[in-house]
């Protein structure tokens, strides 16, 4: 183990006493902009979740984003989380067995891969109530690349043929008020988000470069990772009616768009704009 390694060990464990305090009656969010996370973005989800030995769900609805892990051999497991894996159920199917699960868990770990494929798999289901209840109970919710982009309520799809990106209300609805993008800086998209806003101008955007994550807990955003997270939202009093914050790894900004993550009022995850 190196000198670097030890110091990162040893103020992981200092600020893990701080997050534990500050989340101690409220859920807490992680947001990743996907690609390889480096340890520091999987060692903060454990810090958030409060225990080592919780048990964690990961929801994969997209069976063709890689090979399905076994729960021993995923990299929750192998920060001490007891693991479930749950591949979303068949649209229209039953979901009394996923609503049974998250009520045991700690933690949830939502999937990427086509954001196409989260929709079909848990929309009319009772995903964001169990959610809910998971962050009511002081969990964690963590959703990496496109399972970023659907813990919102208004999403970005981009359709593989057709009209260009638009924005639709097909997410969970755990952070209304904003729209996540990940992959941001990689794959160019600030030229496709400023546009969507204005057809929305009372939605912030965010953008959210890969090993990147924006943790939202107790009134705060904090970012953590090689990249940052950007924010844009729609202002005639700043240059070109855009305000922008950029914000880079170890920045902490005051938090009111979604920082106490609550319950969607709309039941079986339908929501309206």
Not at 35 to 61: H, K, M, Y
Not at 119 to 142: N, W
Not at 251 to 258: D, H, Q
Request: aromatic share 4%; hydrophobic share 40%.
């Amino acid at each position: 183990m190196t000198r670097r390694t030890v110091h990162v060990r040893r103020a992981a464990l200092l600020l893990f006493g701080a997050l534990a305090a500050a989340a101690a009656d409220r859920g807490s969010l992680m947001l990743s902009g996907g690609g390889v996370l480096g340890p520091e973005i999987l060692l903060r989800f454990q810090q958030l979740a409060r225990n080592a030995n919780a048990s964690a769900v990961i929801l994969i609805a997209d069976a063709d984003c890689g090979v399905m892990p076994t729960p021993g051999n995923t990299f929750l497991s192998k920060l001490g989380f007891g693991v479930t894996i749950l591949p979303g159920p068949q649209p229209g199917g039953d979901d009394s067995e996923l609503v049974r699960i998250l009520e045991d868990a700690r933690a949830v770990w939502i999937a990427g891969g086509d954001p196409e494929a989260l929709i079909a798999a848990y929309s009319g289901t009772r995903l964001a109530d169990a959610l809910g209840r998971l962050l009511d109970r002081g969990g964690v919710v963590a959703g990496d690349s496109a399972g970023a982009g659907y813990l919102a309520r208004v999403m970005i799809r981009r359709p593989a043929s057709g009209p260009g990106p638009r924005l639709d209300v097909s997410g969970l609805g755990l952070l209304p008020g904003i729209v996540i993008d990940p992959h941001f800086t990689a794959r160019g998209r600030a030229a496709e988000l400023l546009p969507l806003l204005r057809t929305r101008p009372e939605l912030a955007g965010m953008g959210i470069d890969e090993n990147t994550a924006a943790l939202i807990y107790d009134g705060t955003l904090e970012v953590v990772g090689g990249g940052s997270v950007i924010q844009y939202r729609l202002d005639a009093r700043s240059p070109g009616g855009v305000a922008v914050d950029t914000w880079r790894s170890g920045t902490r900004v005051p938090w009111s768009g979604g920082g106490r993550a609550h319950r969607p009022k709309e039941s079986h995850g339908r929501h309206l704009p």
